[in-house]
Structures are given as structure tokens and as C-alpha cells.
């Protein structure tokens, strides 16, 4: 296994929530990092020390289909052409802010929109260390979170 550290996330029907003939302004998608954690080949460890403000994270758009049944931290996604998964290396935006227990932002205005416009390519977002192969990330929150507030959200502004 190697160490990267991704985040797979997807929103379904986001085209459904966006009126035809809106014109989509800012797309931001947050979630909330809450711990730091070293990866290994059999386990996730929380390490509550490592200073994470150093390393930076982009965001991709996923360009094939993948399902989270089949997805875990011990069981990264693995594409077809890329070790780490499919996603369009020319689709990317970068978040130099890994405080802890804050909502970590990135603008996807660009990868919603086209979500929007072709629906059928809507595979959702992967998030990963620009310093790949480092065994050490950030623990943010997933949908299945018991507090409904610190789920990721996808925020979609349009006029």
C-alpha cells in the first residue's frame, strides 16, 4: 500500500439543486478537520501532536466511478492509469490551511459547473497531499458523522 493520503467525496445531483437557468457564481466545498493521523499498512493512528500547517492539499475531479462500499483508508481506490484513482490533473485548487478543528475550504466553481452541465460525469472530488508519499494527513469528518454540522457541505452560489 502506499502512504498518500486522499479524501474521496461525492454530491449527488447537484445539477438537481440548481435551477436551469441559473448561472452558478462560486462553488465552495468544506469539511471539517478535526485530527492528525499516521497510516500504515494495517491501521489509522491518531497522532494528536504532528503539526500538520506545513503541507498543502489540491483537489481534483474525479473522472471515473468509484463506490464507497469498496473505498476505506485501508483500502485506498485504485485506478486504471493512476495508483491513487482517476481524476483530471487540469481541474485542480489548492488549500494551504490544515488548522485543526476549522472548516477547510476549497473553491470548486469551475468542476460544479460542469457537474451541472454534464451530470453523467459527476464522480465527485479527491483530495490529496501535494507531498505525496508522506504517511501523515488530516482526519476530517465524513457523511456518516453524528453530528449533522460537521458533515462536508457543498455550498452552490448562482443569481
Not at 128 to 156: F, H, N, Q, W
Amino acid at each position: 500500500m502506499d502512504n498518500d493520503v486522499r479524501v474521496l467525496i461525492k454530491f449527488d445531483s447537484i445539477d438537481a439543486h440548481v435551477p436551469k437557468e441559473a448561472k452558478v457564481s462560486e462553488a465552495l466545498l468544506s469539511i471539517y478537520v478535526y485530527d492528525t493521523c499516521k497510516i500504515d499498512a494495517e491501521s489509522v493512528v491518531p497522532l494528536n501532536s504532528w503539526d500538520p500547517s506545513s503541507r498543502s492539499k489540491e483537489i481534483y475531479q474525479i473522472s471515473t466511478s468509484w463506490n464507497d462500499k469498496d473505498v476505506s483508508w485501508l483500502k485506498p481506490w485504485k485506478g486504471v492509469n493512476n495508483q491513487g484513482g482517476e481524476y483530471v490533473k487540469e481541474t485542480k485548487q489548492s488549500s494551504f490551511n490544515n488548522t485543526l478543528g476549522v472548516w477547510q475550504t476549497f473553491k470548486v466553481t469551475d468542476m460544479v459547473k460542469h457537474f451541472i452541465e454534464k451530470p453523467s460525469e459527476n464522480y465527485g472530488f479527491i483530495i490529496k497531499y501535494m507531498d505525496a508519499g508522506v504517511s501523515t494527513g488530516t482526519v476530517s469528518y465524513s457523511s456518516e458523522c453524528s453530528d449533522i454540522t460537521k458533515r462536508p457541505k457543498l455550498m452552490i452560489y448562482y443569481r
